[in-house]
């Protein structure tokens, strides 16, 4: 079973960045897609990227379009997410996936085989 471990959340003010990062324990994801859902309070829990297990594939949500980068170094394992110009309404729970096919941006969770605990981004306006 892969266990998911996000790092790199935090308090950042609006207009700055930040960086999570996502790495497996107990296998490797050389071979696993990847991606990133988050968790307002109060709402659903929304897809914001994933990228397939070569790197060479990825979808974004529209709200983050522009403004975040997924990728991934499979010779460390390890997934990010690199969030520029972000915004109070960025704030959330973010949550690392991976899912043994590409969902090619699919916000069904069900979608998706592996989850992270989260890690919680703060945006102050």
């Known amino acids: 079973q892969v266990q998911l471990v996000e790092s790199g959340g935090g308090l950042v003010q609006a207009g700055g960045s930040l960086r999570l990062s996502c790495a497996p324990s107990?296998?490797?994801?050389?071979?696993?897609?990847m991606g990133w859902f988050r968790q307002a309070p109060g709402k659903e829990r929304e897809f914001v990227a994933d990228i397939s297990w070569s790197g060479r594939l990825t979808n974004y949500a529209d709200s983050v379009k522009g403004r975040f980068t997924i990728s991934r170094d499979n010779a460390k394992n390890t997934v990010y997410l690199q969030m520029n110009s972000v915004k109070p309404e960025d704030t959330a729970v973010y949550y690392c996936v991976g899912s043994r096919s590409y969902a090619a941006g699919s916000g069904d969770t069900s979608r998706y085989d592996y989850w992270g605990r989260g890690t919680q981004v703060t945006v102050s306006s």
């Open positions: 107990g296998r490797t994801i050389s071979n696993t897609a």
